[in-house]
């Protein structure tokens, strides 16, 4: 057997062809090949090459600071990009609203499984996921400026029922990150916060005739590493780039933190409580619907204070928390790390993660919500002037048992005091949430009551719910106006019992522990 080369980033970036598929390994700011990524870039500022590349990944990549996608944020250099999320690439979203780049904005977990089905030369990914969104062809096909005119998602009927069939397409190169490699380019994930679409990416790169490189910490002697932790073997490897150490954080800007691998424990009781504000209301209000060994999926933002409240509740044990990017069990969590998990009892690869997912396997989901509207419809991708994406929220919202948006009434500049049994509004937020339509249908309220789904969107001052018959309003906040704080700052009307919504419970604004252990 030959060792595999070792080669620098620079050299294995000089081997991308113009109008190459490049596709990067990552997830927020976890496994991503950003010695690589940043190498394509500079490449191209010196030379003007590569040019007219199409940029994909799965999820989400970068720290809003020119990292992970926002190196692909070039105009020439990037002629289209295909991804899960931008929110994390502000630059990559803006290049694509501008119409400097073709833009698609698939669901997360489709993108993970289309991975893997275009490592099987399958046609593309056929799925329920998406219907009756914004990436459904009736609605946009995911496309995201007038300059993307081809259509990758397409209707299809199986069986009388539609679905979506999203098409493959060949990778030409694949950046991946892992953590150790031996000699002869078997790679292990055994130090990331989980092996995301790894072993796809390099087996569908290799089938279209590509080449894979791998970014890693360190190579080792063969047959050092256990087998068991090798996610891509020798065969799918065409060079290794040992990286810097800078470009290879566990998390951007993180030190190494074995309890989020398995490799150690970290005691969840010496976390401090979050304070008690607007959003851990929210979140405490959230917790209040949880049920004993039920599989939760929390998203970003308020949403990841649920499971902060349930570990200070003492309940976090009697669920189980579960991440899109693989991790199950342990608490989730937030910022830079987002993706990982304290303490996983299993990470699967994020295709198996949303395999499950798109089963109905998640009994409750939290989600966030930019918009909502009087369909029941919810907005997290567009809005604003803002190309978010929306990750991996239609594979979760549509599939789950139960649903529960949560965010603020109002946004941009909105402040409250919470305390004593009740909220006050001290300011409101220069937008509305609660709208007559959404700028774009991430979630679909007509899809979830067709198929009878529990939904309810959760705020600090206000609860309402989907029922088959529109968006009802079902409670209030101790120290909230319903006409002055809740309905004048609503564009449309809601429907209320006679008697008006209840209150909601008053653990919620104490500042002490509600007592659901």
Known sequence: MKTKPIITAAEAAAQVRDGDTVASSGFVSSAIPEGLIKALKNRFLETGKPNGITYFYAGSQGMRDGSGGDNMAHKGLTKRAIAGHYNTAPALGDAILRGDIEGYNLPQGVLAQLTRDMAARRPG????????????????????????????????????????????????????????????????????????????????????GGKVFVQVEKVVPFGTLDPRLVKIPRNLVDALVIADPKDHEQTYGCEFDPSLTGEARAELSALAPAPLDAKKVIARRGALELKEDSLVNLGIGIPEFVAAVANEEGIGDSIMLTVEAGPNGGMPLSGARFGAAINPECIFAQHVQFDYYDGGGIDMAYLGMAQADESGNINVSRFSGR??????????????????????????????????????????????????????????????????????????????ELRKDGVWLTEIAPGVDLEKQVLAYMDFVPKMEAGGPGLMDGRIFHDRPMGLG
Do not use: W
Not at 132 to 141: A, Q
Not at 162 to 171: G, N, Q
Not at 402 to 413: E, H, M, P, R
């Open 125 to 208: 990914t056929l799925t329920h996921v998406g219907l009756g969104t914004y990436v459904d062809p009736r609605l946009g096909g995911g496309k995201c400026n007038d300059i993307t005119t081809e259509d990758m998602v397409k209707l299809v009927e199986i069986g009388g029922e539609e679905r979506l069939l999203y098409k493959s397409f060949d990778i030409n190169v694949a950046f991946i990150r892992g953590s150790y490699a031996d000699e002869m380019g078997n790679v292990t994930m055994h130090r990331e916060i989980g092996e995301g679409e790894v072993t796809a990416l390099a087996q569908t790169a290799k089938n279209s």
């Open 387 to 464: 190309l978010a994406g929306c990750g991996g929220f239609i594979n979760i919202t549509q599939n789950a048992k139960s649903v529960y948006f949560c965010g603020t009434f109002t946004s941009g500049g909105f402040k409250a005091e919470v305390g004593d049994g009740r909220i006050d509004i001290l300011s409101e937020g220069r937008e509305k949430k609660f709208l007559s339509h959404v700028e774009q249908i991430t979630f679909s309220g007509a899809y979830a009551q067709k198929k009878g789904q529990p939904v309810l969107y959760i705020t600090e001052r206000a609860v309402f």
